[in-house]
T-cell receptor, first 116, second 108 residues
Framework: GAVVSQHPSWVICKSGTSVKIECRSL??????MFWYRQFPKQSLMLMAT?????????EQGVEKDKFLINHASLTLSTLTVTSAHPEDSSFYIC????????????FGPGTRLTVL | QKEVEQNSGPLSVPEGAIASLNCTYS??????FFWYRQYSGKSPELIMS????GDKEDGRFTAQLNKASQYVSLLIRDSQPSDSATYLC????????FGAGTILRVKS
């Protein structure tokens, strides 16, 4: 149980374009979903927390107009990187929790974004 | 600022030995503690969770929590080369905060 999928697993795009990443909980309803970014040899940095049907809560320093998060249902959240630039190249990982508040989080396999 | 500290390593142990990974945290109000394993290029995988003081065992893994000392550890018995990975300590004090991770290398 507790399987989270992400799509795509990797994407290469040109600078200035937008990229959408999907995160799905396959066998449970995700009360809360989280989006992380991880640069090489660094730990995970939380970007935002989203609850189904409400606006995402962004961490300090994360541009909400650049990283659009939609949590339309209890099994799907999307992250759209708008007007991507090379410095946005990173490993983006979503996670999901099936309980209100933070208990265990189950991670998706991640999406590696490369912006040329 | 809530912090989670881990020794970055690498921690090298011979195959079959016990690997001991440590973590300290700053937020005394933290209630939940987790250990994740992350292989290079992959996302983290939850291996242990612990919520109360003491030890929790699951197979070759034992998590230890001491809230008074704000300390959580992970013991891996009979270490295998496949255990070589980065181990992330995560602490929930309202939101999950990750340490930078400890690189473990198990030599055969």
């Amino acid at each position: 149980g507790a399987v989270v999928s992400q799509h795509p697993s990797w994407v290469i795009c040109k600078s200035g374009t937008s990229v959408k990443i999907e995160c799905r909980s396959l066998d449970f309803q995700a009360t809360t979903m989280f989006w992380y970014r991880q640069f090489p040899k660094q730990s995970l940095m939380l970007m935002a927390t989203s609850n189904e049907g409400s606006k995402a809560t962004y961490e300090q320093g994360v541009e909400k107009d650049k990283f659009l998060i939609n949590h339309a249902s209890l099994t799907l959240s999307t992250l759209t990187v708008t007007s991507a630039h090379p410095e946005d190249s990173s490993f983006y990982i979503c996670s999901a929790s099936d309980r209100a508040g933070v208990r265990e989080q189950f991670f998706g396999p991640g999406t590696r974004l490369t912006v040329l | 600022q809530k912090e989670v500290e881990q020794n970055s390593g690498p921690l090298s142990v011979p195959e079959g030995a016990i690997a001991s990974l440590n973590c300290t945290y700053s937020d005394r109000g933290s209630q939940s503690f987790f250990w994740y394993r992350q292989y290079s290029g992959k996302s983290p995988e939850l291996i242990m969770s612990i919520y109360s003081n003491g030890d929790k065992e699951d197979g070759r893994f034992t998590a230890q929590l001491n809230k008074a000392s704000q300390y959580v550890s992970l013991l891996i018995r009979d270490s295998q080369p496949s255990d070589s990975a980065t181990y992330l300590c995560a602490v929930n004090g309202g939101k999950l905060v990750f340490g930078a991770g400890t690189i473990l290398r198990v030599k055969s």
